[in-house]
């Protein structure tokens, strides 16, 4: 069996440069000719994107707090499987996760869970003697951690360096250096409102990746990362075996890349930049449950195909395209129609915002939707809501029956406004947010559409993909 190796990058915290140095560790191994298979811990979808472009091979996310331990191992060795190496984007601090006292939803946990050592990253800046210090923290925080290295960010200089690497042979000296970059930053990534820009808006240039990968070619020590991901002490027993990871099983994990055979329902999807915020699961859950996917632009004038049995509209900034939503008259009176019709239709926030009677901008311009919701939408200068969400099914709906227990997380700089009053209208959700938030209804039913603030991952309850297949199944039925 040809060997692997993989490791997981981590950071002190948000902003210390850990998604630019994933990028650059992605790019100089993908240069060197292997596969590499990109992860992302947590509920991000714009970093995947990026992976993606990077490696050209699908980026995943992995969850410790929506799915489980069996789900993400399964999941992770399934794709190794297809690849030479895998490279794990950790989220926030390498502690952070749901809460401050479990480890769930943190990269540490997922570490341990994957048995994958931690290549650190520290913005050393304003730092000398100091960052051993911080790095003695993190070692010692847990134990059962294990730890390939640091990389030091945003150093001054090969004097600097030398400080920083005295430090760490005095006080960490289980912890090699593998390299610092210095305070330059040719290939920063364009920033908004909602963070970085989607990998769906921009493309990135040979150019660019070869400068993200001469970046750590130059500053950082590549063959003693795999050096030191290779002599893992972990990995002893499967290492003897040929095998670079822990036995996993797939049975459990609900994502069996298995699909049926014969002709699917088709869903169709709108893809594209105002529309490109989805869980890869998702898909390949509504593929195993008898899915056929169509994807189609409402940004490029396109509508879903007319043989379409259902409709799934992901989240991201349809703000920005607001404009260019609305004068796609087609696509909005198509929306209605289906409705009309009882085609199921499932929105997550975008296209929520999609759905209801209009969406005002930061610059003051209001502009009309679908009209399905009975209210509109409003941009804010600051975030609304973000965080760790779980779902509880209080009414049947799509996705499932009284009493489903789903998650996700929500992230929005939007609000609910000139709500009217409907009947017609129910909540079909019981959101249980973060602590010290009240329990509240959410997930609003009209018709035969539901729609969402909250993006779900399905991998957390797969039932709810095969309930949506099932629902489209019974609406094609009912109209042919």
């Known amino acids: 069996m040809t060997k692997k190796f993989a490791f997981l990058v981590g950071g002190t915290h948000s902003g210390c440069g850990k998604t630019t140095i994933a990028l650059a560790l992605m790019a100089v191994f993908k240069a060197r000719g292997l596969r590499v298979q990109p992860f992302k811990v947590g509920p991000d979808f714009i970093d995947p994107g990026f992976h993606t472009q990077i490696t050209g091979m ?19 060795g399934r794709l190794l499987e297809h690849a030479d190496m895998a490279i794990v984007e950790g989220v ?55 730890f390939a290295g640091v990389i030091f960010n945003q150093i001054g200089g090969e004097g600097h360096l030398s400080y920083l690497k005295e430090a760490m042979s005095v006080r960490v000296p289980e912890i090699p250096v593998l390299g610092g970059i210095p305070r330059e930053d040719p290939i920063r990534i364009p920033e908004r409102h909602l963070g970085l820009v989607t990998a769906d808006e921009i493309t990135l240039g040979l150019e660019w990746k070869k400068n993200l990968a001469g970046l750590v070619e130059r500053y950082v020590d590549l063959d003693m990362i795999q050096q030191r991901v290779d002599r893992q002490e972990d990995c002893e027993k499967e290492r003897a075996r040929g095998n670079r990871l822990p036995p996993l099983r797939t049975k459990e994990s609900g994502i069996s890349p298995l699909r049926r055979k014969g002709k699917g329902v088709p869903i169709a999807v709108a893809r594209d930049a105002a529309f490109c915020f989805y869980y890869s699961d998702n898909f390949e859950l ?5 899915a056929d996917i169509h994807f189609f632009s409402p940004v490029a004038g396109e509508s879903f ?41 499932y929105a997550e926030c975008g296209g929520l915002m999609v759905l209801s009677r209009f969406i005002d901008t930061l610059d003051g311009n209001r502009y009309p939707m679908a009209g399905i919701l009975p209210f509109g939408t409003r941009m804010l200068q600051r975030r609304k809501a973000l965080g760790y969400t779980e779902v509880v099914l209080q009414a049947g709906c799509l996705l499932g029956k009284n009493g489903l227990v789903m998650r996700g997380h929500e992230f929005h700089y939007s609000e609910l406004v000139e709500e009217e009053t409907n009947p017609a209208l129910t909540f079909s959700y019981r959101i249980h947010g973060r602590k010290f938030a009240n329990d509240r209804p959410e997930g609003y039913t009209v018709g035969s559409a539901l729609a969402s603030y909250v993006h779900l991952h399905w991998g957390s309850a797969p039932e709810a993909a095969a309930n949506l297949v099932t629902r489209c199944r019974e609406y094609r039925a009912r109209v042919k």
Do not use: C
């Not at 939803?105 to 800046?125: F, I, N």
């Open 58 to 76: 699908e980026s995943r996310n992995l969850d410790g707090w929506m799915l489980s331990r069996d789900y993400n191992r399964a999941l992770f």
């Open 92 to 146: 926030m601090g390498l502690f952070d996760g749901y809460d401050g006292i479990t480890e769930s939803g943190s990269s540490a946990e997922m570490a341990k869970w994957l048995r994958l050592p931690v290549v650190l990253v520290v913005d050393a800046r304003s730092m000398a003697r100091s960052a051993a210090a911080l790095v003695y923290g993190f070692r010692h925080f847990d134990p059962g951690l294990r």
């Open 286 to 290: 509504l593929r195993k449950a008898g």
């Open 305 to 345: 195909p007319v043989d379409a049995a259902g409709l799934y509209l992901g989240g991201v900034y349809p703000e920005l395209y607001a404009a260019k939503l609305f004068s796609q008259e087609g696509f909005l009176a198509a929306i209605q129609g289906a409705v009309f019709r009882g085609m199921p239709v």
